[in-house]
Nanobody, 117 residues
Framework: QVQLVESGGALVQPGGSVRLSCAAS????????MAWYRQAPGNQRALVAA???????AYIRSVKGRFNISRDNAKNTVDLQMNSLKPEDTAIYYC???????????WGQGTQVTVSS
């Protein structure tokens, strides 16, 4: 059974930092690309950052330079370090595991990040 479990969501003030973590089980983690998505109220779920099997990373423009995605294949985890947070970063953050060139993917249950003073 595949499980992706996110943790680290929090209420943080603008300019603050949060580190999200996603622990995977039931998959050969090193075979999968990993990504973080977010969904704000009234919006569709959207990609934030991704890291492929080889450790190559990609970010949406609005988080470049503020967020950092990393993976630990020994621990089967992918993290998202979020710095200089803004109110518009408020959303539920989801972890996704995907196999390149196939339609196979899995989602976590999400973790809430709220940026507010």
């Amino acid at each position: 059974q595949v499980q992706l479990v996110e943790s680290g969501g929090a209420l943080v003030q603008p300019g603050g930092s949060v580190r999200l973590s996603c622990a995977a089980s039931g998959i050969i983690f090193s075979n999968y690309g990993m990504a973080w998505y977010r969904q704000a109220p009234g919006n569709q779920r959207a990609l934030v950052a991704a890291i492929d099997r080889g450790g190559n990373t990609a970010y949406i423009r609005s988080v470049k330079g503020r967020f950092n995605i990393s993976r630990d294949n020994a621990k089967n985890t992918v993290d998202l370090q979020m710095n200089s947070l803004k109110p518009e970063d408020t959303a539920i953050y989801y972890c996704k595991a995907y196999l390149a060139l196939t339609n196979q993917y899995y989602w976590g249950q999400g973790t809430q990040v709220t940026v507010s003073s």
